[in-house]
């Protein structure tokens, strides 16, 4: 009971910041009978409003349905959230004999969006709880994305999964975690990077469950039915998630172009030789006491999934900085993730004002257009400083934590060691 009361405490702090600064005008006017400030962006009310606008009618939008009378962009999980989402909406309207108007609209979904949100956060912490040491719960509890990008788009739902499979894994729960990992897949695809090591490892060390995890893993991912009932769905999802650009991603320093036609192989060949590298090698005895040989690979694999990606965008660094906080040990490493972290936090503070940015800098001939994309862009600048510092960190800890061989027993863990 008292773990639970931390955890509700902490949960409703950081909910209350993001939920404050995102809070649209019309809604500081209600609370606060005033226009306090301009919120910071968010990247599903902005999604919402382009929706709204194109589908033509408020109304009938809210009463419609995601893929089957519109078109979406999502994947089907995030789909039926927007269903449930877009439906309370339109009964709270309906209960309050209220007039839809767009502003109002907005605000009552940002409120449901954000009760998710707390729901979300709720989870994360209580099952974090359960898998991590004190120390390393104090340093995922500071990182300033968790500030910014909790009531942002649907990373939040992503980080809250990947911690129930870690947890699963541990408990040896392999159709529960198939089952996880294929809502992972149905939240966002990049999370299939991990089925070639967890089918790997589960067969190598339970055959018999084989069957019970794959078996999980299949019963979400026949919801990507829904995308194909609509091929502009389809179309659109398939630009959000596999672009031929090269958005925030690493690979945008060595090209310095933003869509050269080999981004994206180059992007999945990166990505799969350091999948196949973290399945092969072995996590040395004093580093998986915790988390367990599986559930380090696991989250090496995912942050590297999204390092080496085609696309980086700036709240899956919740997903990345969380996966290098749990596996790292030392101290000095820690701060320089947290430090990457902050820079991550920024982007979306600045990426807006991206002209203002360059006039400031003007004396570089950086060009006065808005194209925060460019490498020229003082706000890419910050993007690629993130990007350079997670890698090292990350290959620094991949290093220290993977070996071909490992001795069983177990050993003092080292202060110094990471």
């Known amino acids: 009971m008292k773990t639970l009361y931390k955890v509700l405490l902490i949960s409703l702090m950081i909910w209350i910041v993001n939920f404050v600064i995102h809070m649209p005008l019309i809604l500081q006017k209600i609370i606060f009978c005033n226009e306090l400030f301009h919120p910071i962006y968010t990247d599903f009310l902005a999604y919402l409003k382009s929706s709204i606008t194109s589908f033509g009618s408020a109304e ?40 839809l108007s767009l502003e109002l ?13 707390f729901i979300f956060l709720l989870i994360y912490f209580y099952f974090v709880d359960k898998i991590v040491d004190t120390k390393s719960k104090i340093f995922l509890f500071v ?14 739902l992503w980080l809250v999964l ?16 198939g089952l996880v990992l294929g809502l992972m897949i149905a939240t966002n ?22 069957r019970r995890f794959i078996g999980g893993v299949f019963i979400p991912l026949l919801s990507y039915m829904s995308l194909f009932l609509s091929d502009k769905s389809l179309t659109l999802f398939l630009d959000r998630y596999f672009p031929a650009s090269c958005l925030n991603c690493s690979f945008l320093i060595l090209t310095s172009k ?35 040989d599986l559930g ?43 430090l990457s972290d902050v820079l991550n936090a920024s982007i979306i503070l600045l990426w807006f004002h991206d002209l203002y940015l360059r006039r400031i800098f003007s004396f570089l001939n950086l060009g006065l257009a808005f194209n925060p ?46």
Not at 63 to 88: C, E, H, K, Q
Not at 314 to 337: C, D, H, M, T
Request: net charge positive; hydrophobic share 50%; with cysteine.
């Open 296 to 338: 380090t690979k696991v989250l090496l694999v995912i942050a590297s999934s999204i390092l080496f990606g085609i696309s980086y965008l700036p709240q899956y660094g919740l997903i990345v900085a969380s996966s290098l906080l749990l596996v790292v040990r030392r101290l000095r490493v820690k701060i320089f993730i947290l």
């Open 162 to 177: 990947l911690i129930l499979l870690m947890y699963f894994l541990r408990k040896k729960y392999y159709f529960l975690s």
């Open 373 to 418: 994309w460019s490498l020229d862009s003082p706000v890419q600048w910050m993007v690629q400083i993130r990007n350079i510092i997670q890698i090292i960190v990350f290959l620094a800890i991949a290093s220290e934590t993977l070996c071909l061989y490992s001795k069983k027993s177990y050993k003092p863990i080292s202060a110094e060691k990471v």
């Open 105 to 117: 609209i907005y605000s009552v979904f940002y409120i449901m969006y954000s009760l998710f949100s």
């Open 60 to 99: 009938k939008y809210l009463m419609s349905n995601p893929y089957f009378d519109y078109p979406f962009a999502y994947p089907p999980l995030i789909g039926f959230l927007w269903l449930v989402l877009t439906r309370l909406t339109y009964f709270c309207f309906l209960i309050a004999h209220i007039y």
């Open 189 to 210: 695809p990049y999370s299939a990077v991990l089925t070639p090591l967890l089918i790997y490892s589960i067969y190598y060390e339970k055959r018999d469950q084989i």
């Open 258 to 292: 933003i869509s050269p036609d080999y981004i994206m192989s180059l992007s999945y060949i990166v990505t799969m030789i350091f999948v196949f590298l973290i399945l092969g090698l072995n996590v040395k005895s004093s580093y998986c006491r915790e988390l367990g």
């Open 143 to 156: 990182m300033p994305s968790l500030l910014i990008y909790v009531i942002y788009g649907w990373a939040m």
